[in-house]
């Protein structure tokens, strides 16, 4: 029976979408919960280390309860209710309780489906232009990472080295085979990547006597380098920065933010990343003629 629907994925581009469409929705419901926890966590441990910094190996504090992506089962923020598996089914489960707690009826965020919806799109779009192969795999991986790592950003300002690293050595691994470009290409990437904003934001700083970037965004484009090769980087620079740009001099002329607030730069680089990912074929013959 397995290898039958295999060959069915691999042979049968609507049967191989259609499966990724509905893979796409679970793992986007799976990063709604890495995108609310991962950040929690991370906070966590940090406070748990500094507390113990100056205490004795025998005097240090425990750490709380359980917590982490699997542990405790996911409840209601309002009534504390834990939610059962057939409300918990991605985007219909919303839908069916109208966006609210089926028990103490307070409002669940839209974002939640809207994650799992776009997830399940996106994982969907990448099966139709890569097909079944490794590619596809790589591909899935490599966008799934930069979904959760935009919404952390955006929630956060914070790009957690627990993926943008991973990300990285990931491109690398899957490019050792040359499954999107040659590994030559990947290593400079990631070099690349890195040094650029780095050399950006120490100019800033030089400038203008602040910081203006985290060290999280320099990770991020290292890793999109590592996965898709030193020649994308341009085009993922600049659509990152005009995107950027275009979004914060709106938000200053609406009033929503002044010119000394700053704005998560990952969110920007991850769009423009996944942006790369399905269009790299089409500006790769536009910017370098090949």
């Given at each position: 029976?397995?290898?039958?629907?295999?060959?069915?994925?691999?042979?049968?581009?609507?049967?191989?979408?259609?499966?990724?469409?509905?893979?796409?929705?679970?793992?986007g419901?799976?990063?709604?919960?890495?995108?609310?926890?991962?950040?929690?966590?991370?906070?966590?441990?940090?406070?748990?280390?500094?507390?113990?910094?100056?205490?004795?190996?025998?005097?240090?504090?425990?750490?709380?309860?359980?917590?982490?992506?699997?542990?405790?089962?996911?409840?209601?923020?309002?009534?504390?209710?834990?939610?059962?598996?057939?409300?918990?089914?991605?985007?219909?489960?919303?839908?069916?309780?109208?966006?609210?707690?089926?028990?103490?009826?307070?409002?669940?965020?839209?974002?939640?489906?809207?994650?799992?919806?776009?997830?399940?799109?996106?994982?969907?779009?990448?099966?139709?232009h890569?097909g079944?192969?490794?590619?596809?795999?790589?591909?899935?991986?490599?966008?799934?990472?930069?979904i959760?790592?935009?919404?952390?950003?955006?929630?956060?300002?914070?790009?957690?080295?627990?993926l943008?690293?991973?990300?990285?050595?990931?491109?690398?691994?899957?490019n050792?085979?040359?499954?999107?470009?040659?590994?030559?290409?990947?290593?400079?990437?990631?070099?690349a990547?890195?040094?650029?904003?780095?050399?950006?934001?120490?100019?800033?700083?030089?400038i203008?006597?602040?910081?203006?970037?985290?060290?999280?965004?320099f990770?991020?484009?290292?890793?999109?380098?590592?996965?898709?090769g030193?020649?994308?980087?341009?085009?993922?620079?600049?659509?990152?920065?005009?995107?950027g740009?275009?979004?914060?001099?709106?938000?200053?002329?609406?009033?929503?933010?002044?010119?000394?607030?700053?704005?998560?730069?990952?969110?920007?680089?991850?769009g423009?990343?996944?942006a790369?990912l399905?269009?790299?074929?089409?500006w790769?013959?536009?910017?370098?003629?090949?």
């Amino acid at each position: 029976m397995a290898p039958d629907f295999l060959l069915l994925l691999a042979h049968q581009p609507f049967w191989l979408v259609s499966a990724v469409f509905v893979l796409g929705l679970l793992i986007g419901s799976f990063l709604n919960v890495v995108i609310h926890r991962l950040p929690r966590m991370l906070e966590a441990d940090f406070r748990h280390e500094c507390a113990n910094l100056d205490r004795s190996e025998h005097d240090q504090i425990p750490r709380g309860p359980t917590y982490n992506l699997v542990v405790p089962r996911s409840a209601c923020p309002s009534c504390g209710t834990l939610i059962a598996g057939y409300d918990n089914i991605p985007v219909l489960s919303w839908l069916l309780l109208r966006g609210k707690c089926r028990h103490c009826k307070a409002p669940i965020s839209v974002r939640y489906p809207l994650v799992e919806l776009i997830t399940g799109l996106i994982s969907a779009g990448l099966a139709w232009h890569y097909g079944w192969g490794l590619m596809l795999a790589g591909a899935l991986l490599f966008a799934w990472v930069l979904i959760a790592l935009f919404m952390i950003d955006l929630d956060t300002f914070y790009l957690p080295d627990n993926l943008t690293l991973s990300l990285l050595w990931l491109g690398l691994l899957f490019n050792l085979y040359e499954v999107f470009v040659p590994l030559k290409a990947a290593v400079l990437g990631a070099a690349a990547g890195y040094l650029t904003l780095w050399g950006f934001a120490k100019l800033y700083e030089l400038i203008r006597r602040q910081p203006g970037m985290g060290n999280g965004d320099f990770k991020l484009l290292a890793a999109i380098g590592a996965w898709l090769g030193v020649l994308s980087l341009p085009a993922v620079i600049v659509l990152s920065a005009l995107v950027g740009s275009l979004i914060g001099i709106s938000l200053i002329l609406a009033g929503k933010r002044s010119w000394t607030n700053q704005l998560p730069f990952g969110p920007y680089l991850a769009g423009a990343g996944l942006a790369a990912l399905l269009l790299k074929p089409y500006w790769m013959r536009l910017i370098w003629g090949v």
